[in-house]
């Protein structure tokens, strides 16, 4: 993944209450396992955060979004396609729940940036929840609407029903593992971690 121009700064945000989120979804309660698919920027990185949660049994980077089929990474960076960078996570409902998950997604993001996350710029870098049953979807919702009245701003971040899932091809795939030095490099010059600090504070990159 090359780095993307226009790297910014903004203001910090306050910290304030925690998010409040509905319990296990009726679906998790029934199913041995689950699926979620959230855009959060670059994969790579997304796929970092998820991995550690206990419950989730395996992250995969692809796309999600567009009207392309099976597209490639070049083509979705490139922006013609409607893509954006998504992990679809398979997960354990009995041992962590979509609530849950939500949670580590916003830590894990900045929600205010427009089409684009830290280092990253373009629609395909854009921050997405794709939700696979109205439940998910009121859960999303609500987690949404408790961040704004939190930060007392609009959040960027999309809620959308999903579609598909095209993997990405194998060598994106537990790139911070199988890479790590490169990996290091890319998430360090991004200003990914500095970013979630501001708004996130302590809470950044896990859980409250």
């Avoid at 729940?97 to 854009?126: H, K, M």
């Avoid at 987690?143 to 029903?161: G, H, M, N, V, W």
């Avoid at 790590?180 to 490099?185: A, E, K, L, N």
Wanted: net charge negative.
């Amino acid at each position: 993944m090359t780095l993307s121009p226009g790297r910014f700064l903004i203001r910090a945000l306050p910290v304030a209450i925690a998010l409040s989120i509905p319990a296990m979804t009726m679906a998790e309660e029934e199913a041995d396992s689950a699926r979620a698919v959230f855009a959060g920027g670059c994969f790579w990185c997304v796929e970092e955060a998820f991995d550690p949660v206990e419950g989730v049994l395996s992250t995969t980077s692809g796309f999600s979004g567009g009207h392309v089929e099976d597209p490639t990474y070049n083509q979705v960076v490139a922006g013609d396609t409607g893509h954006t960078e998504v992990v679809e996570i398979e997960y354990d409902p009995s041992v962590v729940d979509y609530a849950t998950l939500l949670e580590v997604f916003w830590r894990n993001i900045d929600p205010f940036a427009v089409d684009r996350q830290f280092c990253d710029a373009g629609d395909s870098y854009r921050s997405e929840i794709f939700v696979l049953d109205d439940e998910q979807r009121s859960l999303a919702e609500a987690s949404l609407d408790s961040l704004e009245e939190r930060f007392d701003q609009e959040i960027a971040t999309e809620i959308t029903d999903f579609e598909a899932f095209y993997p990405a091809e194998e060598y994106h795939q537990n790139y911070y593992q199988e890479n790590p030095v490169r990996y290091r490099f890319y998430k360090s010059a991004c200003g990914r971690v500095e970013r979630l600090e501001e708004i996130w504070g302590d809470e950044a990159g896990g859980l409250s």
